[in-house]
């Protein structure tokens, strides 16, 4: 679709639309420090009005500094008031905000930021201290920026002050032009399954997004939204929802302070709730373990890896009145499918016991979604393609709305990602390659089998991860395990890398172990070796959920090549 067919659409007219509908509803709830008498939090916090107020000040402020349609702005900023107010901003502007997930590995990032040339960058004052620091590992990374703005107070040479620039700023009365097939902002993939890769969101795939979070509730502006990530601080403002902020005691997920979380659930009678999945295994032992429940949560969502069944059931435990869902999909496209607890406890959580895979649920309204067979060639037209039937596993590819269209300035991750289609759809031209294993079943529900890459093929039979890993991780002293190969006299075997929880560490006998060991082979998974991992599993640090296998396969070949068997 060209740009003279597209429709004007910016993301900000949907906050704008919902301060101008609400304008004394509470937008925002930030957790800033306990109260020395009660213990209990004190909050600061934005109504609609003030968080409109706030977003039109900011934007005459950056575009005063420069920032104008167009101007990439690498936001590395701390998930508080400030995010959401300078994303809005740059929507505003027409700017375009990039994201990269400041946890990855130091040479990673710089080689997103290199990549991606922003002209703008927004970050705190260690970020601009250490830059002299960081252009000694790459010079080339920050060559591109000009202006440098500090989100937090101090002021520094050569670098502007976010504060000042918005405190002495008019509000800004224009919107910049933008079509829904504008660029809106880069979201960087984790970079936990291969490089990251800079992904392209615009207006209107964002738009979409936020039309089916809107569609899932008929009164979505009722809802108080738990904001334990950040990208509900920048949805919630387009659903006139109240975000509450809480103090995760930790920039890590895993190791979050379920206490906190519970608190601001508690103060403002949180009704849903966005996190990841090591956030919600932290927050439902620490619930159950003290006969803890929170009625006010009707709904709970999880993203960026499977969760097993005894979470979910944790989970149901601690919100008597509500529901978890469990909605699939990539940085390229979210969501994919979505199933509820409630399914799963009734239909397929047995099926994933005995090594189905994981059930991702139905595919959500507006894609369409199909399993094409495993190809490691790029794919240029949709007639390179073999489609395959129900029951069939293959590679997951998704075309639609809410799709990515291509990656920044990298041709060559979008030619192996996308496959143009072949029924002339201006709207819809590519198909997105997942990456992800999976096949349909009779219902039209679609069944997760994992990483294309993490298959391992062991006497011509393929093996996927998560149908084999689904088995232990039924087992209740099982928190995790990992599928991967080992080479034993130069033949691959099979092998499972098993995290325990705590409480179970010491007490799994090797008769424990040839009991797992035999209930995979009932099923016919024949692993060779069950190792026990000393340590929590290595994961990705965005969503602390992703394993990092390859750490786990170079350990378990140490294991065997010194002789450890189980």
């Known amino acids: 679709m060209s740009e003279q067919d597209a429709p004007s659409f910016n993301l900000y007219e949907l906050m704008q639309a919902q ?129 440098f703005i500090n989100s937090h107070d101090t002021r520094l040479p050569a670098t502007r002050r976010l ?133 006010s949560l009707k709904r709970a969502f999880s993203g960026g890896a499977p969760i097993p069944y005894k979470m979910l059931d944790r989970i149901g435990n601690l919100m008597p009145n509500g529901v978890m869902h469990t909605p699939y999909g990539t940085t390229e496209v979210t969501p994919i499918t979505t199933i509820d607890a409630r399914e799963i406890e009734q239909e397929t959580a047995l099926l994933s016991r005995d090594g189905r895979g994981v059930c991702v649920g139905r595919v959500v309204p507006g894609l369409s979604v199909k399993v094409i067979r495993l190809d490691d060639r790029p794919l240029a037209h949709w007639g390179d393609v073999q489609e395959l039937q129900m029951g069939e596993i293959g590679e997951v590819v998704v075309r639609g709305a809410l799709v990515s269209p291509r990656y920044h300035k990298d041709p060559v991750n979008t030619a192996r990602y996308k496959i143009a289609a072949d029924t002339g759809d201006a709207r819809f031209p590519f198909w997105h390659r997942t990456g992800d294993a999976a096949y349909f079943d009779k219902h039209g529900r679609l069944w997760l089998c994992g990483r294309i890459q993490h298959m391992v093929e062991v006497g011509g039979q393929r093996y996927f991860s998560v149908p084999v890993e689904e088995v232990l991780n039924a087992e209740a002293e099982i928190w995790r395990s990992a599928l991967v190969g080992v080479t034993v006299k130069g033949s691959v075997e099979l092998a499972m890398v098993i995290e325990f929880y705590p409480e179970y560490k010491h007490q799994i006998s090797q008769t424990r172990l040839r009991t797992y060991k035999a209930r995979l082979h009932e099923l016919g998974f024949p692993v060779a070796h069950l190792l026990p991992y000393p340590r929590p599993f290595p994961v990705d640090k965005l969503h602390n959920a992703k394993i990092e296998r390859p750490v786990l396969a170079r350990w378990a070949q140490a294991q065997i090549d010194k002789g450890v068997r189980a």
């Open 19 to 147: 301060a101008d509908r609400y304008p004394g509803r509470l937008a925002f709830a930030l957790a800033r420090q306990r109260d020395r008498h009660s213990g209990r939090y004190q909050y600061e916090t934005r109504t609609y009005a003030q968080l409109l107020a706030d977003v039109d000040r900011t934007a005459e402020g950056l575009h005063e500094s420069g920032i104008r349609q167009g101007t990439k702005t690498l936001l590395l900023m701390r998930p508080d008031l400030a995010l959401p107010v300078t994303v809005f901003a740059l929507f505003k502007l027409g700017a375009v905000p990039v994201f990269i997930n400041p946890a990855m590995s130091l040479r990673q990032m710089l080689g997103c930021i290199r990549q991606v040339a922003p002209q703008a960058l927004i970050a705190p004052t260690l970020a601009h201290a250490l830059r002299p620091c960081l252009r000694l590992f790459d010079w080339r990374a920050f060559s591109s920026i000009t202006l």
């Open 163 to 295: 504060a000042d620039l918005s405190e002495a700023a008019r509000p800004m009365k224009e919107m910049a032009q933008t079509h829904s097939t504008d660029l809106a902002a880069i979201f960087f993939t984790s970079g936990s399954t291969g490089p990251a890769k800079g992904v392209e969101a615009t207006h209107g795939t964002l738009g979409a997004q936020i039309a089916h979070f809107r569609s899932m509730s008929q009164s979505s502006e009722e809802h108080v939204e738990l904001a334990a990530f950040p990208v509900a601080l920048l949805l919630s403002p387009c659903l006139g929802q109240t975000s509450v902020i809480p103090d995760m005691g930790s920039l890590h997920p895993r190791r979050c302070n379920p206490a906190n979380i519970i608190q601001a659930i508690e103060d403002f009678g949180v009704t849903s709730g966005f996190a990841s999945p090591i956030v919600w295994e932290r927050l439902s032992r620490y619930g159950v373990a003290r006969g803890l429940q929170l009625p």
